[in-house]
């Protein structure tokens, strides 16, 4: 099984800062089979970027995914108070599909 | 527009079981795969298996065998989660989640999610 360890826990910034968060796995991912998901409280989680760097339908350019093989980057440039939620890594290359645990980001 | 709507909370005893339903419209049913997912409260999130929407075969992630079935009701667009059995450790919100893309899992379309707590 893929672990994915996301850093850090928890990211306290100001709206307007860029945020940078980071998802590392225990193996490589297949094909950079890599999703990051957003999720505010209360809410299911919102594709956000897949194929660790293509945008999903509707989702600001703000957001944007980098990496390869095993080092996984959410860059969030400009910091809008509705991006303040826990954000989740996801690989999509191996069964079981491993979530990291979360990191959350909050209003400094 | 697409949407996934699931069935609501559920409070029950040790011992019993449960059916969460997921409610897709929107799109063609039949032709993306439904997941199943848990997140236990202030944790992350597990990935338990899918069903394909075509056939009716499930496959289900390890640790999820034996206590978890996927079911669906094609004629109305439908998924279904039965939990047997429950425990105080399968508190969870449970969500579906529709398949992006063909074969892969990722997800775009997710259920609200329904809470069932165990407790007696």
């Known amino acids: 099984e893929i672990v994915l360890t996301q850093s850090p826990g928890t990211l306290s910034l100001s709206p307007g800062e860029g945020a940078t968060l980071s998802c590392r796995a225990s193996?490589?991912?297949?094909?950079?089979?890599l999703v990051w998901y957003q999720q505010k409280p209360g809410q299911a989680p919102r594709l956000l970027i897949y194929?660790?760097?293509s945008r999903a339908t509707g989702i600001p350019d703000r957001f944007s995914g980098s990496g390869s093989g095993t080092d996984f980057t959410l860059t969030i440039s400009r910091l809008e108070p509705e991006d303040f939620a826990v954000y989740y890594c996801?690989?999509?290359?191996?069964?079981?599909?491993?979530f990291g645990q979360g990191t959350k980001l909050e209003i400094k | 527009q697409v949407q996934l709507v699931q069935s609501g909370s559920e409070l029950k005893q040790p011992g019993a079981s449960v059916k969460i339903s997921c409610k897709a419209s929107g799109y063609i049913f039949t032709n993306y795969a439904i997941n199943w997912l848990r997140q236990v409260p202030g944790q992350g999130l597990q990935w338990m298996g899918w069903i394909n929407t075509n056939t009716g075969i499930p496959t289900y992630a390890q640790g999820f065998t034996g206590q978890f079935v996927f079911s669906l009701d094609t004629s109305v667009s439908s998924a279904y989660l039965q939990i047997s059995s429950l425990k105080a450790e399968d508190t969870a919100v449970y969500y579906c989640?529709?398949?992006?893309?063909?074969?892969?899992?990722?997800?775009?379309?997710w259920g609200q999610g329904t809470l069932v707590t165990v407790s007696s």
């Open positions: 194929g660790a760097s």
């Open positions: 193996q490589s991912v297949s094909n950079n089979y």
């Open positions: 996801q690989q999509y290359g191996w069964s079981p599909y491993t």
């Open positions: 989640a529709r398949n992006f893309l063909p074969g892969l899992r990722l997800f775009d379309y």
